[in-house]
């Protein structure tokens, strides 16, 4: 059973830094491909960034320049690094991780975590 734990979230002013982390159980995280994904309130959950089990990574347009994905394999652990927040980033954000890039890519991973709150005040 995969357990995706996410930590890190919290509120911050626009122009912050906050840095998520996801632990996971169950599973090894460097034969995986792991991702974030976010969702503001009254919107649909949009992909954010992820990270290829051969060290590809890809992000979100909204998101380039300004947030970082990154994997401890050691210690089973994915981060996002967010610089430059904005108010429009405020959502819950959530670690999710698959085998299959596809799916991963299209949003349909076959493990989420729970989630963690990011609120960013203008």
């Known amino acids: 059973q995969v357990l995706l734990v996410e930590s890190g979230g919290g509120l911050v002013q626009a122009g912050g830094s906050l840095r998520l982390s996801c632990a996971g159980s169950?599973?090894?995280?460097?034969?995986?491909?792991m991702g974030w994904f976010r969702q503001a309130p009254g919107k649909e959950r949009e992909f954010v960034a992820v990270s290829a089990s051969n060290g590809y990574t890809d992000y979100a347009e909204s998101v380039k320049g300004r947030f970082t994905i990154s994997k401890d394999n050691a210690k089973n652990t994915v981060y996002l690094q967010m610089n430059s927040l904005k108010p429009e980033d405020t959502a819950v954000y959530y670690c999710?991780?698959?085998?299959?890039?596809?799916?991963?890519?299209?949003?349909?991973?076959?493990?989420w975590g729970q989630g963690t709150q990011v609120t960013v005040s203008s």
């Open positions: 999710a991780s698959d085998s299959n890039f596809r799916r991963i890519a299209a949003g349909r991973p076959d493990s």
């Open positions: 169950g599973r090894t995280f460097s034969s995986y491909h």
